[in-house]
């Protein structure tokens, strides 16, 4: 079966919005400690003591969305893999903003709203690519 006429603009759009996930991720590995001090001390803290685990699964998280996008432009089934591991890896390093270090005390309630966002994108870019392999437009 032929792809939509909507995939390709969807696919772009979500692969920009992934790469903008890695400008984030890229941004946080290279904070300063000058930058890191204009910070409130209790977010200091946080970024401080960050885990290995959440660092991982937030690379895990932009890297496997974004290769997810282009193969999701390249009509290859193999997105649909990597949109699971995208999720998975967002829901863990939500765990940790949420259940872990309390990113509301800390951000306040804006702090739910990309959160939200993100998880939306990406179960919206599972769901399209589940479906691109069932009716076959992804091979």
């Given at each position: 079966?032929?792809?939509?006429?909507?995939?390709?603009?969807?696919?772009?759009?979500?692969l920009?919005?992934?790469?903008?996930?890695?400008?984030?991720?890229?941004?946080?590995?290279?904070?300063?400690?000058?930058?890191?001090?204009?910070?409130?001390?209790?977010?200091?803290?946080?970024?401080?003591?960050?885990?290995?685990?959440?660092?991982?699964?937030?690379?895990?998280?932009?890297?496997?969305?974004?290769?997810?996008?282009?193969?999701?432009?390249?009509?290859?089934?193999?997105?649909?893999?990597?949109?699971?591991?995208?999720?998975?890896?967002?829901?863990?390093?939500?765990?940790?903003?949420?259940?872990v270090?309390?990113?509301?005390?800390?951000?306040?309630?804006?702090?739910?709203?990309?959160?939200?966002?993100?998880?939306?994108?990406?179960i919206?870019?599972?769901?399209?690519?589940?479906?691109?392999?069932?009716?076959r437009?992804?091979?």
């Open positions: 079966m032929t792809a939509p006429n909507w995939l390709k603009p969807l696919a772009w759009a979500a920009i919005w992934n790469l903008l996930g890695v400008i984030a991720f890229v941004m946080q590995m290279m904070i300063s400690p000058e930058m890191l001090s204009k910070l409130p001390a209790e977010q200091q803290v946080a970024y401080a003591n960050t885990p290995i685990w959440s660092t991982i699964a937030f690379a895990v998280a932009v890297f496997a969305g974004s290769l997810g996008c282009v193969f999701l432009l390249a009509k290859k089934a193999l997105a649909y893999m990597l949109f699971i591991a995208s999720l998975i890896a967002i829901i863990i390093q939500q765990y940790y903003n949420f259940m270090i309390d990113s509301i005390a800390l951000f306040g309630s804006n702090a739910l709203l990309m959160p939200t966002l993100v998880i939306i994108a990406a919206i870019l599972l769901l399209v690519s589940r479906r691109g392999k069932t009716e437009w992804l091979s």
